[in-house]
T-cell receptor
Framework: NAGVTQTPKFQVLKTGQSMTLQCAQD?????MSWYRQDPGMGLRLIHY???????DQGEVPNGYNVSRSTTEDFPLRLLSAAPSQTSVYFC???????????????FGEGSWLTVV | GQSLEQPSEVTAVEGAIVQINCTYQ??????LSWYQQHDGGAPTFLSY????GLEETGRFSSFLSRSDSYGYLLLQELQMKDSASYFC???????????FGPGTRLSVLP
């Protein structure tokens, strides 16, 4: 019963490096998203997707790219890492929403990223 | 857009009852959800209200008043393991993105 799986769990990057955070879900959810959470802060939406081939920007998209080639996978790419991107990243998935349905969002375990 | 407000911190003792309030502003309403997050962990789903009234799940209950744009999470018989952050959440106008409140940090004291 895997749910949402994201890797890596911990990563240290140097400023200017690029990397990809992987995310996969096995619940056949149409909706997937990436959040970042800074210490003592809430969850801020980076990018989201409502189905394969469809992506859109959230609240804080700058410096990140996403793609959705399959229903299962939703990788997040950091193009040129900056210290301001030091954060915890959560991938999440859900059914698409309507009242009474799809109102539970499932999170991966998180990826702790430090940019030095 | 959507916005949610919660108290930043709540402290209570073991065995007590605590209520965490959430007020929201949203154009399209798809229900109010609650999530728990322990330090170092991921948020996990606790409860959901689509209609007015109280939903009970064990020691946790959640209440919604749509006319007041207000809800709360009620935790009874508090245990040390309930020390965590609690977030309320709504979906956006299109029923797509989840928008989370700033979170309430609950500390349960012995």
């Amino acid at each position: 019963n895997a749910g949402v799986t994201q890797t890596p769990k911990f990563q240290v990057l140097k400023t200017g490096q690029s990397m990809t955070l992987q995310c996969a879900q096995d619940m056949n959810h149409e909706y997937m998203s990436w959040y970042r959470q800074d210490p003592g802060m809430g969850l801020r939406l980076i990018h989201y997707s409502v189905g394969a081939g469809i992506t859109d920007q959230g609240e804080v998209p700058n410096g990140y790219n996403v793609s959705r080639s399959t229903t299962e996978d939703f990788p997040l790419r950091l193009l040129s890492a900056a210290p301001s991107q030091t954060s915890v990243y959560f991938c999440a998935s859900s059914m698409t929403g309507a009242l009474f349905s799809g109102n539970t969002i499932y999170f991966g375990e998180g990826s702790w990223l430090t940019v030095v | 857009g959507q916005s949610l407000e919660q108290p930043s911190e709540v402290t209570a003792v073991e065995g007590a009852i605590v209520q965490i309030n959430c007020t929201y502003q949203t154009s399209g309403f798809y229900g109010l959800s609650w999530y728990q997050q322990h330090d170092g962990g991921a948020p996990t789903f606790l409860s959901y209200n689509a209609l007015d009234g109280l939903e009970e799940t064990g020691r946790f209950s959640s209440f919604l008043s749509r006319s007041d744009s207000y809800g709360y999470l009620l935790l009874q018989e508090l245990q040390m393991k309930d020390s965590a952050s609690y977030f309320c959440a709504v979906r956006d106008n299109y029923g797509q993105n989840f928008v989370f409140g700033p979170g309430t940090r609950l500390s349960v004291l012995p």
